[in-house]
């Protein structure tokens, strides 16, 4: 039987009287990609936030490789971050400096490797990427889905066992998100490494999902693949794949519709 590689057991995140995560119960097993979807404020981002360890529940446990992490001190969690790699929407490059010191910083900050090795490392890691040759550019001469490569490439420096991305194809035009898409993908069957993505785009679920946690409202609708999503005959689930407007969205569009009518 395979063992999770993370276990989320009733994750709670509130602030007052209003749950943001409600409950939340996912296992993720070693060397998948599991896909975090939902609409925009459903609660994704909260719970990739709790996972790495950025922000604590308000009650529930998050288990990696055994661990619990809401437990963990600060020295510990920074210790735990430095066997993860993370991907943010923005890149979170530091314009100020090169693109190869960027992918250098945790190798330079957490290890004690000669500068030699270091800059092997950074044209290993921007090769993965397709950025070989870029080491001496600033960010601010990369396009957006360079920066994502970059982005990743600094993910990718300690060779982590688990990466995180959130929305790695998001303001991409599509033949950019789809190369984003790939290259997880290669990197993920190169690596063997486990992947936890959240993303609202559903071209890039086809591609890159093993299975797919379907959020709403804070908690999980379902769990599988996303041909068994499809078929779901939960609403919600229907509603998010047919792209159907709520109805408080429809009622706005008939009162604006209404008012043109009326000034016509």
Do not use: W
Request: some cysteine.
């Amino acid at each position: 039987m395979r063992q999770p590689i993370i276990q989320i057991k009733n994750l709670i995140t509130a602030y007052g009287s209003h749950r943001v995560l409600n409950g939340i119960n996912l296992e993720i097993f070693k060397g998948e990609t599991m896909v975090i979807l939902g609409r925009s404020g459903c609660g994704k981002s909260t719970l990739l936030r709790h996972i790495i360890g950025l922000s604590k529940p308000t009650a529930g446990q998050i288990l990696i490789k055994g661990k619990d992490i809401t437990q963990m001190s600060d020295d510990q969690l920074i210790q735990f971050r430095r066997t993860i790699g993370m991907l943010f929407q923005s890149a979170a490059l530091f314009n100020s400096i090169t693109v190869g010191d960027n992918v250098a910083l945790p190798l330079r900050e957490h290890t004690h490797l000669e500068e030699s090795t270091i800059e092997i490392i950074i044209r290993m890691k921007l090769e993965q990427v397709g950025l070989s040759g870029f080491d001496e550019f600033k960010p601010s001469q990369l396009s957006g889905g360079m920066k994502k490569r970059a982005g990743l490439a600094r993910a990718l420096a300690m060779d982590p066992e688990i990466l995180f991305c959130d929305e790695p194809s998001a303001g991409l035009d599509p033949i950019v998100a789809v190369g984003i898409d790939h290259l997880l993908l290669r990197l993920k069957k190169a690596f063997n490494m486990t992947m936890v993505v959240v993303t609202h785009e559903l071209a890039s679920v086809e591609i890159i999902a093993d299975r797919v946690a379907m959020l709403h409202d804070g908690s999980i609708l379902a769990c599988a693949t996303l041909a068994e999503l499809k078929e779901s005959p939960d609403p919600r689930i229907r509603q998010f794949f047919s792209r159907e407007p709520d109805e408080e969205t429809i009622d706005k569009d008939r009162f604006l519709e209404s008012l043109v009518g009326r000034s016509a």
